[in-house]
């Protein structure tokens, strides 16, 4: 009895089931035919109903501080860096209406920018867009920003930057100092600069009293030279002084000598004479007596 019971629900179930499809399927063709044309019997056009267009979801509007930092939003700005042969200054101040900037910018005396006014604050809204910068963003990422667009190495330069928005009293500040372990090599670096610097001076001082030296020695030399050639001149000069002496000496002996040979001579030619005279006399006095 009970599968009896059983059997003609599950009958009755199938039968409503096919019931239901058999007249979906009927609707959907009526309704798919009213949809492709008019009907006759009524004579008039039948709109096809519109399909409602399911709601969007909006799409998440980023909040003010999600989205970049505008400049119209900043009251104040200022962004310095310092290091490795790189100064940069950017200052910004809003008063009301009224807006004061100012940008410098050197890279060495060849690489030097100064800009005032709108162009510093041209300068500076091109700067804000190509950073994009945030409020919610941290420390990290704003130096790292900083440092990808002005090229510059993180561990050799000072930077600090502060933010104050129009509509936030806190200032957003973002610092860091230079490495101690570059510190330590600039030291090192200076020092070792200084040490080769006094070495150099060192060398070269001992080089200049060489030199000095050198130039004593050779002015020595030539005062002894000097002195030796006065020495021989002097020595030549009174030697020669001494033999004109003697050959005066020798000249006048030499006279005097002659004289007396002339003396000599003029005695016996005296003498000789006197005999001669004598002779004669003696002669004349004979012829005389006879």
């Known amino acids: 009895m009970k599968k009896k019971i059983a059997y003609m629900l599950i009958g009755a179930l199938c039968s409503i089931v096919l019931s239901y499809g058999f007249v979906a399927f009927a609707d959907h063709d009526s309704s798919a035919t009213t949809e492709d044309k008019p009907t006759a019997a009524s004579g008039t056009y039948v709109v096809p ?7 969007k979801p909006a799409a998440a509007q980023p909040s003010a501080s999600e989205g970049p930092i505008k400049l119209d939003q900043l009251k104040d ?17 809003r008063e009301q209406a009224k807006v004061e900037s100012k940008v410098e910018i050197n890279r060495g005396q060849d690489q030097e920018n100064h800009l005032t006014g709108s162009e510093a604050t041209q300068f500076i809204q091109q700067l804000l867009d190509a950073l994009k910068l945030q ?20 561990a050799k330069v000072e930077i600090k930057v502060e933010i104050k928005l129009t509509d936030r009293l806190e200032v ?9 372990d ?39 030399k030539a005062l002894q030279e000097a002195w030796q050639k006065a020495h021989k001149e002097q020595q030549a000069k009174k030697k020669q002084q001494k033999q004109f002496a003697r050959d005066d000496r020798d000249d006048d002996h030499h006279d005097g000598k002659q004289e007396d040979e002339d003396d000599d001579d003029d005695d016996d030619h ?3 004479h006197g005999q001669h005279e004598s002779h004669d ?10």
């Open 182 to 220: 570059d510190v330590n090599a600039n030291v090192q670096n200076v020092q070792k600069e200084q040490d080769d610097q006094k070495e150099q001076l060192a060398n070269k001082d001992q080089l200049t009293q060489k030199e000095q030296k050198k130039a004593l020695i050779a002015k020595k």
């Open 270 to 272: 005296d003498g000789d």
């Open 281 to 290: 006399h003696e002669n004349h006095d004979n012829e005389d007596e006879e």
């Open 172 to 180: 957003l500040k973002y610092e860091q100092e230079k490495d101690d």
């Open 135 to 154: 409020e919610n963003m941290n420390k990290q990422q704003v130096l790292d920003a900083l440092f990808k667009h002005f090229a510059v190495e993180p």
């Open 77 to 93: 700005l200022e962004i310095k860096i310092a290091g490795n042969g790189l100064k940069i200054e950017i200052e910004l101040e």
């Open 49 to 55: 109903p519109k399909a409602v267009a399911a709601p």
